[in-house]
């Protein structure tokens, strides 16, 4: 049942965003310029490997030695705006569409990530990775990777339809106020140590 939600909802907000995703691609274009999306491997289902898709919120901005400035330096203030919004997540409903990905799960994190879990952390892999998820309806970025460790974790037992219907519309509820968006006003998380 959950995959024909994600299935029908995601193709249908692909077809009604589709204006939306395409002013976005053309603002992306030229504002942070080509490519327009940015792809990167994610761990999915099983921890299996999948290329997750997202706008672009950085410029390719380089030192005088040739080497990419500190992501800091490359988010430009539209950049912001995108992730702030979440409007740079709405082509990973391709990636739901595709079956990489659900609606609602955990968020799937770097690859690099995967050595440093617990067995209990690693719990979050049982199920699809989400666009959105119950770590980022209770805190988003404003609370420790402990706590979203934990939320996830939760989420893998209680799953069911009427809590991803919970979860979606508290996303809406979270972008719309911007809560959680970044903790004490760093633009990135701290990365995942195992330990933090």
Not at 22 to 43: C, H
Not at 49 to 60: A, L, N, V, W, Y
Not at 79 to 93: I, N, Y
Not at 135 to 141: I, K
Request: with cysteine; glycine share 8%.
């Amino acid at each position: 049942m959950k995959r024909l939600f994600d299935i029908v909802v995601s193709f249908l907000a692909l077809v009604l965003l589709s204006p939306v995703l395409a002013i976005l691609a053309l603002l992306v274009r030229s504002r942070l310029g080509s490519p327009v999306l940015f792809r990167q491997v994610r761990p999915g289902l099983g921890a299996r490997p999948f290329e997750m898709i997202k706008f672009r919120t950085m410029t390719d901005a380089r030192a005088a030695n040739g080497e990419l400035l500190p992501d800091a330096e490359r988010l430009t203030a539209f950049g912001r705006f995108l992730r702030s919004t979440s409007l740079d997540e709405l082509p990973e409903l391709w990636n739901v569409l595709k079956g990489e990905m659900s609606l609602v799960g955990p968020r799937p994190l770097a690859m690099s990530y995967l050595p440093l879990y617990s067995q209990e952390q690693m719990r979050r892999h049982e199920v699809r990775p989400g666009v959105t998820g119950w770590a980022q309806v209770r805190g988003r970025n404003a609370i420790s990777w402990r706590q979203k460790f934990t939320y996830d974790v939760w989420y893998v037992d209680n799953q069911s339809l009427m809590l991803d219907c919970k979860i979606l519309l508290l996303t809406v509820k979270a972008v719309v106020s911007s809560s959680g968006v970044a903790a004490g006003g760093q633009e990135e998380v701290d990365s995942f140590d195992g330990t933090n």
